[in-house]
Structures are given as structure tokens and as C-alpha cells.
């Protein structure tokens, strides 16, 4: 019998993360560190695992994808051996691309303040050259199972765009679901090619400002977030696909959901949608706004990626039980938006 569940690949960097939890960040004195922990993250990579332990927040005991495929470049060989221990501990199928002139993976040290509940972060890249086009295209079509849909994280576009060319040109027809922190040449290109795609607010707010004359620039900083995640939809709507989901990430506002449902009626009213204020558009589609969950997450590290996994996670699952019925019509189990504010909360 064949498996309904989508095999997922993902495209990203990976890094090892020092996490140093202090009571408070307060700069020229000296503090205790209340703990600390090291292990193997990333934009991408956090999202694997939390979709890799599944099961916890699933209404089965079934993982919503049946493969979960890493694609990124590392430093050479022997130094790595840690790095692909980690990740099939996490039943994630890794393919790593070496550099023979670097060693292990890039660094970022995260200081985590228990009294102001933020995160500072501190990279360390050692210049390990992206996949390249020829690279993921070659390791695409060697993995065991075609992966249904690809996640990408929104850094290395140039040569991501070249990559999915060639796949569609041999008839590649799954699911694109793109995350963008920043702006990054090809970005726009990239986000045409989306089917679901994940904005930081900070993204979003530098697409306003390019769109505007400068003088009015500094109008946006006294804007409601609801304002702001309007004007960032009507933006990214014109290169987005017509059916395209979006969603924009705000930390402590909770996050947006531009989405689809064949019950929405049109129109600008205010209405309320699985308890979120939503103001509805032409063409049954709707801006959701879900606030944060719960209100004080229990570590910042990892809940946007936390919260794209709850997403990913539903509308994979509503694609293994019915392909063509849209997510957030299926009123028998919670939608993508309302699943990835739990999960993104609880992280």
C-alpha cells in the first residue's frame, strides 16, 4: 500500500548553538550563568526536530511526513561525524555537502535573559560556501524516496531557483514552502515559487519601506500591528501565487495568516475565525490575526521555528487524508494557523 504521507525536504543552514541562560543580560558586569546547553540548530534543523517528535502534539501516532530530508553544506568530512550523529538520532535523513577547507559547521552563541524572556544572539560563519544548483539538483534526484514537498529556508536563492527549475522542467509538482528572515538577492523570485510561505515581520516592514516614498517611512513605526500586516499582505500578493497561504511572524504580537477557506465571505468586516480576529478579502480569503500563545513562551530559542513546524505539520496532514480539500476548510481538525500558535507558544 502506498504511503499518503509527503516525504519533506528540507534546505538550510545549520549551525551549532551555545545556549547560555542568565537571570538578567546587563552589559560591563559579571553574571552567573543558571545553565547552559549545546546542540545541533538552525532555522531549519529546529524545525525538523520538532516535526520529528510529532507525535507529541499529533491526533495519531503517525508522523504527517513519511521521510524528513536534510540538504546543507558543512566543513570537511572528519569533522562532521558528530553532525550526522545528531541528526539520524532525530530520524532526519541527512545529505551534507563538505567543504574540504573547513571544519565542522558555522557557530552561534544565544544569551537567554530569564528576566526580560529575549534572546541575544552572537554568529560565528567560518565562509562554508552554500549548496550549490548542481549540488542539490544531483543530490535530489539520488535520495530513495522523491520527497513530495521542500521547505526552504530563504538564504542561498540564486542557486535554490536554478535547483528548482531543473526538477520542474522533469516534472516536479509538490509543494514549495519558503521562510524569509531578511531580503536576499532572488528573495522575490522565490517567494513566486512558494505555495506556503513564512515572513518575519522585520521582512515585511523593509518591503513597506522600499515601497514608499522615504519622508514617510518613519510613519510605520506608529502603525497597528494589524496596519502593517495588511500592507505587508497587499505587497507580497503580487508576487505570490494566487493561492498561495502567508503567513507573517511577530513575536510578541502573535502572527497573521493570510489563508483561503471556501466558508469566508467577502468583504472588509471585522469578523472572529477559530477565536482569531480575521478581516475578510474577495475570493474567500481572510487575514487572520493569532495572538501570541501562551503569554509568556517558555523559551524564545526556536519558536518561530517551532511554530512554521505546526503549520507544515497540518497542512501535510491534511494533504495525506484528502489532496484536494484546502486546510482550513476542514473543519474536523484545528487549521494550520491555530495548530502553529500552539505549538510555537509551547516552545
Not at 10 to 30: C, H, N, Q
Not at 61 to 81: E, I, M
Not at 98 to 105: A, F, L
Not at 119 to 124: D, E, K, V
Request: net charge negative; glycine share 6%.
Amino acid at each position: 500500500m502506498t504511503d499518503p504521507r509527503p516525504g519533506i525536504l528540507f534546505i538550510g543552514a545549520i549551525y551549532e548553538d551555545t545556549l547560555l541562560y542568565v537571570p538578567s543580560l546587563k552589559e560591563d558586569r559579571k553574571t552567573r550563568l543558571t545553565s547552559k546547553d549545546v546542540r545541533i540548530g538552525g532555522n531549519v534543523i529546529n524545525t525538523l526536530k520538532v516535526l520529528q517528535s510529532a507525535p507529541a502534539f499529533d491526533y495519531s501516532s503517525d508522523s504527517a511526513f513519511s521521510h524528513l530530508y536534510y540538504f546543507g553544506a558543512v566543513g570537511n568530512k572528519n569533522s562532521c561525524s558528530d553532525v550526522y550523529a545528531d541528526l539520524r538520532e532525530h530520524n532526519i535523513e541527512p545529505t551534507l555537502f563538505h567543504r574540504e577547507d573547513c571544519k565542522g559547521i558555522d557557530e552561534a552563541i544565544v544569551i537567554c535573559s530569564e528576566e526580560s524572556n529575549t534572546r541575544t544572539i552572537l554568529s560565528h560563519t567560518k565562509n562554508i560556501s552554500e549548496p550549490t544548483a548542481l549540488e542539490l539538483t544531483t543530490a535530489f534526484f539520488a535520495l530513495p524516496v522523491t520527497p513530495y514537498w521542500i521547505h526552504i529556508e530563504g538564504r542561498n536563492c540564486i542557486e535554490v531557483l536554478k535547483f528548482l527549475k531543473v526538477i520542474r522542467s522533469v516534472g516536479f509538482i509538490g509543494k514549495i514552502s519558503v521562510d524569509l528572515e531578511r531580503d536576499r538577492e532572488g528573495s522575490k523570485e522565490l517567494i513566486a515559487e512558494a505555495n506556503i510561505l513564512f515572513v518575519s515581520h522585520t521582512y515585511g516592514e523593509a518591503l513597506i519601506k522600499e515601497s514608499i516614498e522615504e519622508q514617510i517611512n518613519d510613519s510605520i513605526k506608529v502603525l497597528d500591528p494589524s496596519e502593517i500586516a495588511a500592507q505587508i499582505t497587499e505587497i507580497l500578493c503580487l508576487e505570490m501565487k494566487l493561492d498561495a497561504c502567508l503567513y507573517i511572524l511577530w513575536g510578541k504580537y502573535g502572527s497573521f495568516g493570510f489563508v483561503h477557506n471556501e466558508n469566508f465571505a467577502s468583504g472588509d468586516s471585522l469578523k472572529m475565525y477559530e477565536g482569531f480576529l480575521a478581516t475578510y478579502y474577495p475570493g474567500k480569503k481572510a487575514l487572520v490575526h493569532s495572538l501570541a500563545y501562551p503569554s509568556k513562551i517558555v523559551e524564545t530559542v526556536g519558536a518561530g521555528d517551532s511554530y512554521i513546524a505546526g503549520a507544515l505539520w497540518t497542512h501535510a496532514r491534511s494533504h495525506a487524508m484528502s489532496p484536494h480539500v484546502d486546510p482550513y476548510s476542514d473543519s474536523d481538525y484545528p487549521s494550520p494557523l491555530t495548530m502553529a500558535t500552539s505549538v510555537g507558544g509551547g516552545q
